[in-house]
């Protein structure tokens, strides 16, 4: 069985350690637990594969920046002969309070730019996500300044974790397909990460 995992961010040097880059730093973080390299270039991608829950599992980071992300989904999807339902799409979320996860199917992009070129190219909504929080903006800061500032020391503190139960969310997908998934993502966490409370769902 194969399937993809998709890490929305943006590319070079100006942007690493940004908070519009959370798709990438999970991607990584799975490359990184399982001895693999991120490092193939095709499709305007960064790409690598791991063997995760008895899945082949594509891990994607595309190099286009956030807004034209699609076309790189849509090569990958062609090549691996992939159908939407085996593509997981990693994002940054700013429904969610900082480090929260949540993992849905479907739904809208809240205006989110990778989400919204992956359903032009792809010509569906019907595709997993994994939202992690990174929180709104202090009042007087414009979105897009927000999300393209670096996060903090004391926010990668309390993201860390965040990032790590994202990973474990990717193996649940894997193993368990996209609702018994859900059933465990999203179930409240005591003292945890998980899913905000009075969040989008």
Request: glycine fraction near 14%; proline fraction near 6%; charge should be negative.
């Amino acid at each position: 069985m194969r399937k993809a995992v998709v890490g929305l961010g943006n590319p070079g040097r100006r942007y690493e350690g940004t908070r519009h880059n959370a798709g990438f730093f999970v991607v990584d973080l799975l490359a990184n637990a399982h001895g693999a390299a991120v490092a193939g270039r095709e499709h305007d991608a960064l790409s690598g594969e791991i063997d995760l829950a008895g899945t082949r599992l594509a891990l994607i980071k595309p190099q286009a920046f956030m807004n034209r992300s699609g076309a790189t989904v849509a090569a990958f999807v062609g090549d691996l002969g992939l159908v939407p339902a085996d593509i997981l799409v990693v994002h940054d979320d700013l429904d969610l309070a900082l480090a929260r996860i949540k993992l849905k199917r479907g739904g809208g992009t809240a205006g989110h730019r990778g989400l919204e070129s992956i359903v032009e190219h792809l010509g569906t909504r019907d595709f997993a996500r994994l939202r992690v929080g990174i929180g709104r903006p202090p009042a007087g800061q414009q979105v897009a300044d927000f999300v393209l500032e670096p996060f903090s020391e004391d926010e990668r503190t309390i993201l860390d974790p965040g990032l790590t139960a994202a990973t474990a969310a990717v193996e649940s997908w894997c193993a368990l397909g996209i609702e018994p998934a859900m059933n465990v993502v999203n179930a409240p966490r005591a003292g945890g990460p998980g899913p905000a409370e009075g969040s989008e769902p």
